[in-house]
């Protein structure tokens, strides 16, 4: 398989769940990112790994926990969330973090919380 | 605040004609921009992106041009095909800082027959 891959595709969980989102990318990139995107709103940067140590934490709830075990998967461990957390969650990969790297992006996991 | 803005939420082009899709930025560190599309129930994909240092960025049917001083860059599709309908994401970087990707809300371009 070529890319960013994500799964699940969709997820639908209740606020006392546990579940984790994966991506995988098949690029040999060094930087992975986390974005979350909501209804009308900008896609937002959430965490940010390069050479799979966390570089970047934009400020996000303790609810919402990343991994990093090597530098092709990236996981994000949810627990506990809000109705307000239902949002499209994609995966991206760049070969570094140097600005201007363009970022490939996985097709997201539609997350619905209720 | 935003520091990325793209003001029309929806744009809709008869084939064959050409697509403007706009975009305007605050911050003045932004020196790489980039464009992306967007099909439902797909990620985005890097379509074009240009660099401070150039005014206009061309790649077959899709052109980028960047207004530095009036902080806007716009992106044209000539001429538009059916399959070009989907959201198109403005993005800026300062490449200096290594700072994030800053993408504005996205416009939904529908290519109608």
């Known amino acids: 398989e070529t890319g960013v891959t994500q799964t699940p595709r969709h997820l639908v969980m209740g606020m006392t769940n546990k579940k984790s989102l994966k991506c995988e990318q098949h690029?040999?990139?060094?930087?992975m990112y986390w974005y979350k995107q909501s209804a009308k709103k900008p896609l937002e940067l959430m965490f940010v790994?390069?050479?799979?140590?966390?570089?970047e934490n934009n400020s996000v709830p303790s609810r919402f926990s990343p991994e990093c075990p090597n530098s092709s998967h990236l996981f994000l461990h949810l627990h506990t969330l809000q109705p307000e957390d239902s949002a499209l969650y994609l995966c991206?990969?760049?070969?570094?973090?140097?600005?201007?790297?363009?970022?490939?992006f996985g097709p997201g996991t539609r997350l619905l919380v209720l | 605040d935003q520091q990325v803005k793209q003001n029309s939420p929806s744009l809709s082009v008869q084939e064959g004609r050409i697509s403007i899709l706009n975009c305007d930025y605050t911050n003045s560190m932004f020196d790489y921009f980039l464009w992306y599309k967007k099909y439902p129930a797909e990620g985005p994909t890097f379509l074009i992106s240009i660099s401070s240092i150039k005014d206009k960025n061309e790649d077959g049917r899709f052109t980028v041009f960047l207004n530095k001083s009036a902080k806007h860059l716009s992106l044209h599709i000539v001429p538009s095909q059916p399959g070009d309908s989907a959201v198109y994401f403005c993005a800026a970087i300062s490449t200096g800082t290594a700072s994030k990707l800053t993408f504005g809300t996205g416009t939904r371009l529908q290519v109608t027959l």
């Open positions: 690029l040999g990139h060094n930087a």
């Open positions: 991206a990969s760049s070969q570094d973090r140097r600005g201007g790297e363009t970022q490939y």
């Open positions: 790994y390069s050479l799979e140590e966390r570089v």
